[in-house]
C-alpha cells in the first residue's frame, strides 16, 4: 500500500472558523510533511515531522498548528485563516530515519477555500 | 538545497520520446536528483531518483552528466497520460527528514 489519504477533499471556512485537516498513511513511514501550493505554482514546504517530532516550520503563521498523533496520522488545525490562505493543501511521507529510500509520496490534496 | 532550473513548457508527439531537461550547476557532491510530476489536481507522483549514475525504472530513465551539472528525464514512449508539470529537485538525502524544495517546474503536453 503505497496511499496517503487525505481528508476532507475539499473544504470551505469563513475566518472565524476552525477546521482540521487529516492526513493518514499506512507504510511504516517516520517522516510526514505538509505543503501549500497555490495555483500555478509549486508546493511550498510548510512543515516537516520526523519520528512524531517537529523538525521544521517554515515561518508558517501561528493560524496554522499541525500535530502528530502517531506515526500514521498527520492533523493540520487551522484558526481564523484569510482568504488569501486559500489554496491546495498537500500532505506527504517517507521513510526517513535510517533506511535508505528518501522519495515522497503525496496525498491528493486537501482544496481550502476561505470565505 | 542546489536550485535547479527547467523550461517553462514543452510538447511532445504522442508515442515519441519525452526528454525534459534540468539544469542544477551549483549541486553539491552529497545530494541527489529527484523528480516528480504533478498531474492536473492531484498530489505529486515520484517518478526517479539518482546520485550520478544513470538509471532506469518502469516509468522513466534518469541520465546525469558526469559533472553532475544537468540531467535529463526520458519517457520513452509519451501518452496523453503523461501530460503533467515536471519538477526537477535536488537534495541531500541525510538520515533526518528534510526539505525538497520545487521549482517552478516544466509543463509537459503530450499532443496527438
Known amino acids: 500500500d503505497t496511499e496517503v489519504t487525505q481528508t476532507p477533499k475539499h473544504l470551505v471556512m469563513g475566518m472565524t472558523n476552525k477546521k482540521s485537516l487529516k492526513c493518514e498513511q499506512h507504510?511504516?513511514?517516520?517522516?510526514m510533511y505538509w505543503y501549500k501550493q497555490k495555483a500555478k505554482k509549486p508546493p511550498e514546504l510548510m512543515f516537516v515531522y520526523s519520528y512524531e517530532k517537529l523538525s521544521i516550520n517554515e515561518s508558517v503563521p501561528s493560524r496554522f498548528s499541525p500535530e502528530c498523533p502517531n506515526s500514521s496520522l498527520l492533523n493540520l488545525h487551522l484558526h481564523a485563516l484569510q482568504p488569501e490562505d486559500s489554496a491546495l493543501y498537500l500532505c506527504?511521507?517517507?521513510?526517513?530515519?535510517?533506511?535508505?529510500?528518501?522519495?515522497?509520496?503525496f496525498g491528493p490534496g486537501t482544496r481550502l477555500t476561505v470565505t | 538545497d542546489a536550485k535547479t532550473t527547467q523550461p517553462p513548457s514543452m510538447d511532445c508527439a504522442e508515442g515519441r520520446a519525452a526528454n525534459l531537461p534540468c539544469n542544477h550547476s551549483?549541486?553539491?557532491?552529497?545530494?541527489?536528483v529527484y523528480w516528480y510530476r504533478q498531474i492536473h489536481s492531484q498530489g505529486p507522483q515520484y517518478i526517479i531518483h539518482g546520485l550520478k549514475n544513470n538509471e532506469t525504472n518502469e516509468m522513466a530513465s534518469l541520465i546525469i552528466t558526469e559533472d553532475r551539472k544537468s540531467s535529463t528525464l526520458i519517457l520513452p514512449h509519451a501518452t496523453l497520460r503523461d501530460t503533467a508539470v515536471y519538477y526537477c529537485?535536488?537534495?541531500?538525502?541525510?538520515?533526518?527528514?528534510?526539505?525538497?524544495?520545487f521549482g517552478d517546474g516544466t509543463t509537459l503536453t503530450v499532443k496527438p
Open positions: 529537485i535536488v537534495r541531500v538525502r541525510s538520515t533526518n527528514a528534510g526539505k525538497s524544495t
Open positions: 506527504a511521507s517517507s521513510q526517513g530515519g535510517r533506511l535508505t529510500s528518501y522519495e515522497q509520496y
Open positions: 507504510m511504516g513511514h517516520r517522516a
Open positions: 551549483t549541486i553539491s557532491g552529497n545530494e541527489y
